[in-house]
Nanobody, 120 residues
Framework: QVQLVETGGGLVQPGGSLRLSCAAS????????MGWYRQAPGKQRELVAA???????NYADSVKGRFTVSRDNAKNTVFLQMNSLKPEDTAVYYC??????????????WGQGTQVTVSS
């Protein structure tokens, strides 16, 4: 019943900007953490940015200073502002929501992905 839907992907020139959004539906709880992963063709899926309910953030080294993750806890929505985009940022970006189910256990929910292409 839980669904995460990403929007905002598209084609942009190097140096440009995009803002991704991800909204959750079909749930009555708030995710403990939300974030963004990406996967380029032939490469492993990697964490791009994440944010927990308290506001702490984590970024991949490759995007620090260029990307900003934020969330609206009440709406179970997460955003990714991407500036100074580079061709190597081209990938399918996936939204993630995490619910802690125990001390060291959790459950992940995923969106369907949105394509980001950075090219001239």
């Amino acid at each position: 019943q839980v669904q995460l839907v990403e929007t905002g992907g598209g084609l942009v020139q190097p140096g440009g900007s995009l803002r991704l959004s991800c909204a959750a539906s079909g749930i009555i709880f708030r995710f403990n953490a939300m974030g963004w992963y990406r996967q380029a063709p032939g490469k492993q899926r990697e964490l791009v940015a994440a944010i927990i309910s308290g506001g702490s953030t984590n970024y991949a080294d490759s995007v620090k200073g260029r990307f900003t993750v934020s969330r609206d806890n009440a709406k179970n929505t997460v955003f990714l502002q991407m500036n100074s985009l580079k061709p190597e940022d081209t990938a399918v970006y996936y939204c993630n929501g995490r619910v802690q189910t125990g001390r060291d256990t959790w459950l992940d929910y995923w969106g369907q992905g949105t394509q980001v292409t950075v090219s001239s």
